[in-house]
């Protein structure tokens, strides 16, 4: 175990300005989770969650450099804590670390205009910042659904993906320079560069770290001018095949929609019934300079037509739009106590992606495996590329009879919960192991964290996770940094 | 009128819960979470405070730093598709902690004060007037009322006594302290026909709390008068930049927002806006005690503020608002920042204020 006695408390306390520390029961708690469904589910059923020793707001590069020269020194265990936004876990806290939350560094440093670069602080929220350069004529173009609540750094820290990634990339695309405190409380910094030839991608190498490798301190990011315009379309398609043949037709073009969201049978009849009464939903939404949007929205409708899709107007995409994180605001309703099915209800999302030629088996063997032991399964295409695209399922099961009858507080429930439990892990279980066997990546955009560190070898091979062990072992020779997470360090320093 | 219901813990413990397992949406809306960067005072952490005294049935220390830490500027209300009450549940769970003797410093220098109005207004006030002016109990300009009101003559009472609505002690925990205000209040304007209430709080608590129609907050009634009003303001700003501040419980509480906006453009000023506006308004960081109980969070939220207006400004202009707190915390932070009826009266041909 982690500890951190009062005499490291008063350390900690001295590296960092006043009121920057806290060890207030309250605090401890909200930082005693992220997103993760399972953590809620556990919670739920009245577990105590571990939670750090101690929460610390640095305020800059220094502070952090100096909190992690420390923790190396004392072997205290440091959790990044974003937006806590995260659904693996990755935010998670060991038992006695101090969670090292990113949110007092906040500041949008400057606007590049020339290069079209805006330098960030970790702990902007994706929100703020779009507010930020909308006025003035910007946009970075990332719009996750939990863009309202996460971080940047967040966003680095697990290679997010918004909602209109097709035309802007993901987040490791956006990112030009990074400054970085590393675990010995060194400072790295990769100035913002177009492009760069000079040695390996020490920037790649810390994105998608999940703060196992350090913490980042500062991002570049790359900018757009905000679209003049916006068209909107919705279409069926006669299968989900057609439909994916749809986004590889148009991404081979060299069209880069901004959105491209084709739903299986299933989730369209599950959510989108409205719009169409058979076949599968596409929504496209092409944003940018108008010359250049009326011939994207002319060449998806005629792509459409030719796979043999149906023309449904503006309505579909619209109201995607209007409502495109309404999503997040009713993961409450189901898995709350006394949701919309009942208690002890599992729910939760997996995002896996493969090339076009692995793409169907890979769709077809994770949807039998999370069917084996939830009651639906929900899937569509959020992210297309020219070589493949991204599969987002959604998957739930209720807790069955026992938890109606038992009540909020009966004895029958916490069975139920263990139950639903039991199937929630099975599912992920089954989900990862065919995504592996299926040749597809474990994760597209939501990371690593608690939840996929078993597959992270399966994923990248014996050779790449022992190169990932090697490269940890080198820069965090103490496990301070995350420990846990991504199955690297362990949970006792060595 | 409706006697104030107060609810209890209990009563806002299914909202609570339901946000703690919502996804902190309107962390980026929250200026509180923004300046502290605490997850314990974002709405989520607040409600999942409120949740958890609801299951221990008893408050402690984390429920009382949680709950304290809310300006009630319902800007995560305005964002949240469930539709939850901020205040509602921080009212109920901070009168729970200072019963339980839990309630942090600053509590009672929040607390609503009686004060009896500006002599100008009670000397222009007709008795017996089917208008009643209520100026609240904060620095309201009850000399602007009394000349904004003469200049298109409006008779009008006004509530005499020294009193206090009760949202500010209500606010802040002191619920039976503040209930007894209303009621003393209730009592002073049972003959009105209609109350102007110059303070937006004040006017939001009785009109939607006490669920009295009669009452109009001041920038709706005056701009109501704009036929009369407006001749005798325009065009004596012509020229002049101005950015309006909506207060928070005269926009989001009330939904006004086109009313005081009327009333700048009637004077002939180019009303700029702030990057945050109308609905997505921020706040100064003084409402709901907030100033006292945590005032270096409360200083940087002023500052944001302060800078946003800045921002639109684009150098040196005038900032008009309704709200008392907010016109003071904005000069404060070296704005020039004035109160809506004093700025307006100002304006008035000489002689008239």
């Given at each position: 175990m982690w500890t951190l006695e009062a005499g490291l408390l008063a350390e900690l306390a001295g590296l960092?300005?006043?009121?920057?520390?806290s060890t207030e029961p309250g605090e401890l708690a909200a930082h005693?989770?992220?997103?993760w469904p399972r953590l809620m589910m556990r919670e739920r059923a009245g577990e105590d969650l571990p939670r750090p020793a101690a929460v610390v707001w640095p305020v800059h590069t220094e502070e952090a450099a100096a909190l992690y020269r420390w923790a190396s020194r004392r072997h205290v265990a440091l959790v990044p804590f974003g937006?806590?936004?995260?659904?693996?876990?990755?935010a998670a806290p060991v038992p006695g670390c101090v969670a090292v939350d990113?949110?007092?560094?906040?500041?949008?440093?400057?606007?590049d205009e020339l290069s079209g670069h805006v330098v960030v602080q970790p702990g902007v929220i994706g929100q703020n910042l779009e507010e930020w350069l909308g006025p003035r004529g910007?946009?970075?173009g990332h719009f996750p659904s939990s863009i309202t609540l996460s971080s940047v750094g967040g966003f680095a820290a697990a290679r997010s993906a918004g909602?209109?990634?097709?035309?802007?990339?993901?987040f490791p695309a956006m990112v030009a320079g990074v400054e970085a405190v590393l675990p010995d409380g060194s400072v790295v910094r990769r100035r913002a560069q177009p492009?760069?030839?000079?040695?390996?991608d020490l920037t790649g190498l810390l994105l998608g770290a999940e703060g196992t490798l350090g913490l980042l301190t500062e991002l570049t990011l790359r900018v757009h001018p905000k679209p003049e315009v916006m068209a909107f379309a919705g279409y069926a398609l006669p299968s989900f095949p057609a439909g994916l043949a749809v986004l590889r037709a148009l991404l081979r073009r060299g069209l880069r929609p901004a959105v491209l969201r084709l739903y299986d049978d299933t989730e369209t009849r599950a959510n989108h019934a409205d719009e169409t009464a058979e076949g599968c939903l596409l929504v496209a939404v092409c944003e940018g300079w108008s010359e250049l949007v009326a011939l994207e929205d002319r060449a998806v409708r005629e792509t459409v037509a030719a796979h043999g899709g149906t023309d449904l107007g503006e309505g579909p995409a619209r109201r995607w739009h209007a409502h495109r994180y309404d999503v997040s605001y009713r993961l409450a309703d189901i898995i709350?106590?006394?949701?919309v099915f009942g208690d002890a209800v599992a729910v939760d999302t997996c995002e896996v992606a493969a090339p076009w030629g692995r793409l169907q088996p890979t769709y077809e063997a994770v949807r039998s495996a999370l069917g084996a032991h939830m009651d639906l399964v929900l899937c569509h295409a959020s992210h297309a590329y020219p070589d493949g695209a991204a599969l987002y399922f959604t998957f739930g099961a209720a807790g069955g009879a026992a938890a109606a009858a038992a009540?909020?507080?009966?004895?029958g429930l916490g069975e139920a919960e263990v139950r639903v439990c039991e199937r929630y892990d099975a599912a992920w279980a089954g989900a990862l192991d065919a995504t592996v066997a299926a040749g597809a990546?474990?994760?597209?955009?939501?990371?690593?964290?608690?939840?996929?560190a078993p597959w992270l070898a399966a994923e990248l091979g014996a050779g790449g996770m022992a190169m990932l062990r090697q490269v940890k072992a080198a820069l965090d020779p103490a496990g301070i940094?995350?420990?846990g997470k991504l199955g690297l360090a362990p949970e006792v320093p060595a | 009128m409706t006697p104030p219901h107060l609810p209890t813990i209990a009563d806002v413990r299914a909202a609570a819960e339901h946000c703690s397992y919502?996804?902190?949406?309107?962390r980026f809306a929250c200026p509180v979470a923004t300046a502290t960067g605490k997850e314990s005072v974002t709405p989520w952490g607040i409600n999942r405070a409120i949740a958890a005294a609801a299951q221990a049935g008893a408050v402690n220390g984390a429920t009382a730093a949680a709950v304290y830490?809310?300006?009630?500027?319902r800007a995560c209300g305005g964002v949240c598709l469930p539709g939850l009450d901020l205040p509602t549940h921080v009212r109920a769970a901070r009168a729970e902690v200072v019963a339980a003797g839990l309630a942090p410093p600053g509590v009672d220098a929040a607390a609503g004060r009686a004060r009896t109005p500006a002599e100008e207004l009670v000397a222009g006030a007709t008795r017996g007037a089917g208008t009643v002016v209520y100026p609240g109990c904060?620095?309201?300009?009850g000399a602007a009322v009394a000349a904004l009101l003469a200049a298109v003559d409006e008779p009008y009472d006004v509530v005499?006594?020294?009193?206090?609505?009760?949202a500010r002690s209500i606010d802040v925990g002191l619920a039976e302290r503040g209930l007894g205000e209303a009621a003393q209040l209730a009592g002073h304007l049972a003959g009105a026909d209609r109350v102007v209430v110059a303070d937006p709080h004040c006017a939001r608590l009785l009109r939607t709390d006490h669920a009295d129609d009669r009452v109009v907050a001041l920038p709706v009634f005056l701009a109501d008068l704009l036929d009369r009003l407006g001749p005798c303001l325009r065009?004596?700003?012509?020229g002049r930049r101005v950015a309006w501040h909506d207060p928070c419980w005269l926009g989001?509480?009330?939904?006004?927002?086109?009313e005081p906006r009327a009333l700048l453009v009637a004077t002939g000023a180019e009303v700029v806006e702030p990057a945050?506006?109308?609905?997505h308004a921020r706040c100064t960081?003084?409402?709901?005690?907030y100033a006292e109980v945590d005032p270096p969070a409360a200083g940087a939220i002023l500052a944001a503020r302060a800078a946003d207006l800045r921002c639109a400004l684009d150098g040196a202009a005038t900032v008009v608002t309704a709200c008392p707190t907010a016109a003071d915390r904005l000069r404060r932070a070296g704005l020039d920042a004035h109160d809506l009826s004093g700025w307006l009266a100002g304006l008035l041909p000489a002689g008239r204020l």
């Open positions: 960092v300005g006043p009121g920057q520390v005693a989770r992220d997103c937006g806590g936004g995260g659904v693996v876990g990755g990113t949110k007092r560094m906040n500041r949008i440093v400057g606007l910007w946009t970075l909602q209109l990634s097709t035309k802007y990339g993901t492009a760069s030839a000079a040695g390996p709350k106590p006394g949701g009540g909020h507080d009966g004895g990546t474990i994760s597209h955009h939501h990371g690593v964290g608690v939840l996929r940094a995350n420990p | 919502n996804a902190k949406l309107c830490g809310c300006t009630g500027c904060r620095s309201a300009d005499r006594e020294p009193t206090c609505c009760g065009p004596t700003a012509t989001r509480g009330m939904a006004a927002y086109q945050h506006t109308r609905e960081g003084g409402g709901m005690g």
